[in-house]
């Protein structure tokens, strides 16, 4: 047995995130299948498209992983800017303020993981 799922068959959400600018597309991989204690999604930012700098604490301690798949933007991590392109990958412990934002022409595509940090 295994599970298949294809971008035109998903179901892809809109939304504003941690009071971001615009709209977010993202796509869900297996949430709903997997067992495994974390979440995958591909998401993509248009041009100009931010999600709000934020911290996931004590409350949900998350740790995040971020692999860009194209184009390119600005994190913000901790007050800094570091700049991002296709290829590149980044983790965000538990506690640590992040943000990130399309800066690039074109759409800025990336596959996020995230779980809880034990």
């Known amino acids: ?3 298949r799922q294809t971008e035109g068959s998903d179901e892809k959400k809109f939304q ?3 009071d971001g600018h615009g709209l977010i597309k993202r796509r869900n991989l297996f949430g709903s299948f997997s067992n495994l204690p974390i979440q995958i999604e591909i998401w993509e930012l ?7 700098d ?4 004590d409350a949900r301690p998350l740790e995040e992983i971020y692999y860009f798949l194209e184009g390119s ?3 913000t991590i901790e007050g800094e800017k570091v700049l991002v392109e296709k290829n590149d990958g980044l983790m965000v412990p538990p506690g640590v303020g ?3 934002k399309n800066t690039g022409a074109g ?3 990336m596959m996020i993981v995230w779980g809880i940090s034990s």
């Not at 248009?46 to 709000?52: I, K, L, M, P, T």
């Not at 934020?54 to 604490?57: A, D, K, P, Q, T």
């Open 1 to 3: 047995m295994y599970f």
């Open 16 to 18: 504003r995130i941690h």
């Open 46 to 52: 248009d041009e100009g498209v931010s999600e709000g």
């Open 54 to 57: 934020h911290i996931h604490g």
């Open 73 to 75: 933007g600005e994190m």
């Open 98 to 100: 992040h943000g990130i």
């Open 107 to 109: 759409p800025l595509k």
